[in-house]
């Protein structure tokens, strides 16, 4: 009877043993598809997106014109820039380039001294409202103007009022170009004051820094004069978007900086 006794005890703490090592192997089961989804899902629904900044110990930053209509300081900011030997990046608009005579020369003017043009669409629009002919028609066009005029082709490409979604960064970066937005906003539009626009700047300006200015603002040209001789003296280079960005072996985090990738 005890002998009976104790098989039936072995034999249920078998049972048990094997019970739970399956239930283990289920959970790990579970638990593994859940979390693999789960990662999955969220590099699915991760946003794709512009280049923001550029991670970098070297000490570049790039600074970026949005041009546009109004009171045109070009002429201004390329004495500045060329007083302080440096370099910037153009963002253009194709109908800003036919508007008349003089805005075709300031194109030849800019590309003449060195710095760097890049396509701002066509018209303007917003490209999360667009088809994807419609974003193919709207860089194609500018591309051609810039092209006649400089006989160069520059993959670098800004949104209109920096509005993009996902169908509208991919279909950018499949025809070619690189989109970039900016880590630093001088907001310089808005004119509010020459010491606001200056310290909103100057106080968020590292290595990597992508600025945004515009060629229509009444503080800019001073500003600029400003933040490139200081920040030089702090051992500051100021190169173009081209310069400053990784062409391969790269990737963009969720935050928009471009890392180098360590192959």
């Known amino acids: 009877m005890k002998t009976r006794v104790r098989r039936h005890k072995k034999n249920f703490l078998k049972l048990s043993s094997l019970s739970f090592a399956l239930m283990l192997i289920m959970f790990g089961i579970v638990t593994y598809k859940y ?25 570049k930053v790039a600074i970026t014109f949005d041009v546009n209509w ?67 028609k709207e860089l194609e066009i500018t591309d051609s103007k810039i092209y006649d005029i400089t006989h160069k082709r520059n993959k ?14 991919s279909v950018v970066k499949e025809l070619g170009y690189i989109p970039i937005q900016w880590n630093i906003d001088s907001i310089d539009w808005k004119e509010e004051g020459k010491d606001i626009e200056y310290n909103r700047v100057s106080q968020k300006i590292k290595p990597g820094s992508i600025i945004l200015f515009h060629n229509n603002t009444k503080y800019t040209p001073e500003n600029l004069d400003k933040i490139i001789s200081n920040f030089k003296k702090q051992g500051y280079e100021f190169v173009t978007v081209s310069d400053l960005i990784y062409h391969e072996n790269y990737e963009i985090n969720i935050e928009g900086v471009q890392k180098k990738l360590n192959l």
């Open 35 to 59: 979390f693999s989804n789960s990662v999955i899902s969220t590099f699915s629904n991760q946003k794709s997106l512009p280049i923001y900044r550029v991670d970098t110990e070297e000490k």
């Open 70 to 136: 109004g009171k045109d300081t070009t002429e201004e900011i390329l004495n500045i820039l060329d007083k302080h030997k440096a370099k910037a990046t153009f963002f253009l608009i194709g109908k800003w380039i036919d508007y008349s005579d003089k805005n075709l020369n300031l194109v030849k003017e800019i590309n003449k001294k060195g710095h760097e043009l890049g396509n701002h669409s066509n018209l303007h629009p917003d490209f999360t409202n667009l088809t994807r002919d419609k974003i193919v």
């Open 156 to 169: 670098i490409f800004r949104f209109p009022k920096g509005s993009y979604d996902n169908n509208s960064v």
